[in-house]
């Protein structure tokens, strides 16, 4: 993507990203937005979560939805995703930072009305939080589909920016005392708790087990007896 006024990063320009594989790679990753809007001429910002397919971004939420009712008015509206990775700790208290990845999308909503496109976007929405859950469940009926608002934002400017390494000190600093580096985050998931109305002999789902599996695997990473990190 051509980088715009909007799009480009201008605070450390070296940071920013514009190409769709870094976009796309940061969006997939993660499942939280925070979507800002105006609303009655002041500014709100609101998390949610999302799904992604090739080049649009959906949501949804209740048919009443402060949010959805503006972002079907079709106006510009501003996506971001942050993604943090570690606690950069500097010699001086000026040069902490945060290793991070994030996109920032400028675009205007759409409102979903098809409903084979409506029904996929809900699939792509549960896909993205966890992969295949959606083929285990009641899907949704005539009634929640009715109370159910489906947007979609189109990916037409979006930048991402990303910091990684240790800390950059001012060279007379590197001499003192002080400990520097960085502290890794990583997000956690915990065991699953079953539903306690939960009827016998109902196991851990497939996709489930194939999330810690595949997040094992994909960071190498050894649970303990009650969490799985990433």
């Known amino acids: 993507m051509k980088p715009t006024d909007k799009t ?23 499942f939280i937005c ?20 090739n080049d649009c971004i959906y949501i949804h939420g209740a048919t009443v939805s402060r949010m959805l009712v503006e972002l079907e008015k079709g106006f ?9 990775d570690g606690i950069v700790m500097a010699r001086s ?5 945060l290793n991070y990845q994030s996109v920032t999308i400028f675009g205007k909503a759409e ?67 002080i400990w520097a580096g960085v502290i890794p985050i990583k997000k956690m998931f915990e065991q699953p708790i079953s539903d306690p109305d939960l009827k016998e002999g109902i196991p851990i789902p497939d996709s489930v087990n194939k999330l810690f599996k595949d997040l094992i695997e994909l960071f190498r990473c050894i649970p303990c007896s009650t969490s799985y990190c990433f």
């Open 111 to 177: 409102l979903v009305t098809n409903e084979i496109e409506r029904n996929n976007a809900l699939k792509i929405i549960s896909d993205q939080v966890i992969p295949d859950r959606w083929e285990e469940v009641r899907l949704p009926n005539e009634k929640e589909l009715k109370a159910t608002k489906i947007i979609k934002i189109p990916i037409t400017e979006a930048s991402a920016k990303i910091r990684k390494g240790p800390p950059v000190d001012d060279k007379p600093d590197y001499d003192l005392p």
């Open 8 to 30: 480009k990063v201008k605070r450390a320009s070296k940071r920013g990203f514009y190409d769709k594989e870094t976009v796309y790679k940061i969006l997939d990753n993660n």
């Open 93 to 97: 208290a000026f040069h902490h930072s």
């Open 76 to 84: 510009t509206i501003s996506i971001n995703v942050t993604q943090t």
């Open 34 to 53: 925070q979507i800002a809007f105006v609303h009655k001429e002041y500014p709100v910002i609101i998390p949610t979560i999302y799904g992604r397919e």
